[in-house]
């Protein structure tokens, strides 16, 4: 069966925001209750972190710091999550959420019981800050 | 509040395996459907990985994928979990988990939807690989 994400990388799931010679950074559209919610994608199909190069590896997780301290310098979250799962699409991607007190799930991860219903007004600030984050994003690794 | 991290690095809740100046490696023991669960916890008290100067984060990340390393060479698991949440203590651990076709949550994370009974004798022999995992993670810190 063909991975999706060396297959799909344009889906209405998601808007790619930056990318570079060796992985895609995307912002997630389809988890309505986390706006602020980035993945970062290496291109090649490998499984697991330690499937990497160093020098590789290093630039994956740099570029998980750079989404990273864009959503804390522009949003001032709670808590960033950060995760690397796979098990339905075992190609490696990097999980990076916003996450803020009185979300839906919080303190529970994204993925545990939901805690409360959304704060719409809330999620609606959060989206107007989406394209700043997303041009820092760009910027940082254009530079980079 | 005291950090629960800073404060109580001994704990029924988890076997330290390792340490380096910087970190400790634990495993953890009150997750009985996942016992081959290891948890990286950076020692001084800072919340995300963007905290970390560069050096440090290279470290913490090196031992991630040490562990990551011991469990896929002697467990060959199906997909590793590799996840820095921190919402309920707001101190950078990193957990690191070997997840299997038939455990307990799988496809999704550990904090998602049971969708199975734990097969005791697939726990029984995890069990005993652990200690092999340990000393394998402890030599390599030493050696580092």
Redesign the interface.
């Known amino acids: 069966m063909a991975c999706e994400l060396c297959t799909h990388l344009e889906t209405p799931a998601w808007s790619v925001v930056a990318a570079t010679p060796r992985l895609h950074v995307v912002r997630v559209l389809d988890a309505p209750d986390f706006p602020a919610f980035y993945r970062v994608i290496w291109n090649t199909h490998v499984?697991?972190?330690?499937d990497l190069s160093d020098a590789d590896?290093?630039h994956a997780?740099d570029t998980?710091?750079t989404v990273?301290?864009a959503l804390?310098d522009q949003l001032s979250p709670?808590?960033?999550?950060?995760?690397?799962?796979?098990?339905?699409v075992?190609h490696l991607h990097w999980h990076v959420i916003a996450?803020f007190a009185r979300d839906s799930h919080?303190?529970?991860?994204i993925?545990?019981t939901r805690q409360r219903d959304s704060d719409l007004d809330a999620l609606a600030r959060l989206g107007l800050a989406l394209p700043a984050i997303d041009e820092r994003i760009a910027a940082a690794l254009a530079a980079s």
Chains 1, 2 share one sequence.
């Open positions: 499984a697991e972190l330690s590896r290093a997780m998980v710091v990273e301290r804390r709670t808590k960033i999550n950060l995760a690397a799962l796979g098990n339905l075992p996450r919080f303190p529970q991860p993925w545990g």
